[in-house]
């Protein structure tokens, strides 16, 4: 399984972005998604994530500004930033869980990076 992650960029103070990232290969069924970030610096960190019934969890550095969705039809998922401070800027990375003939897998991304300027 392949993650192709989009969207990244460079965005002002108080400006918004939208992440996505797409699953592809040979899939059996994802099970929860998610993303992750890493700034310089600085250990990766849990942004939010969702399971394949649509349960999300949150950082608390980001609740109430972002909001993660997916389409399981897709195989996509996406981040939804909104209010961006300087603080958010890192290479966010797309993860996504899979069980197959009973081992769990983990896959990621390569990472986009967002850089929010003050």
């Known amino acids: 399984v392949q993650l192709v992650e989009s969207g990244g960029g460079l965005v002002q103070a108080g400006g918004s972005l939208r992440l996505s990232c797409a699953a592809s290969g040979t899939i059996f069924r994802l099970n929860a998604m998610g993303w992750y970030r890493q700034a310089p610096g600085k250990q990766r960190e849990l942004v939010a994530t969702i399971t394949s019934g649509g349960s999300t969890n949150y950082a608390d550095s980001v609740k109430g500004r972002f909001t993660i969705s997916r389409d399981n039809v897709l195989n996509t998922v996406y981040l939804q930033m909104n209010s961006l401070d300087p603080e958010d800027t890192a290479v966010y990375y797309c993860?996504?869980?899979?069980?197959?003939?009973?081992?769990?897998?983990?896959?990621w991304g390569q990472g986009t990076q967002v850089t929010v300027s003050s």
């Open positions: 993860n996504a869980a899979e069980r197959r003939y009973g081992v769990n897998l983990v896959y």
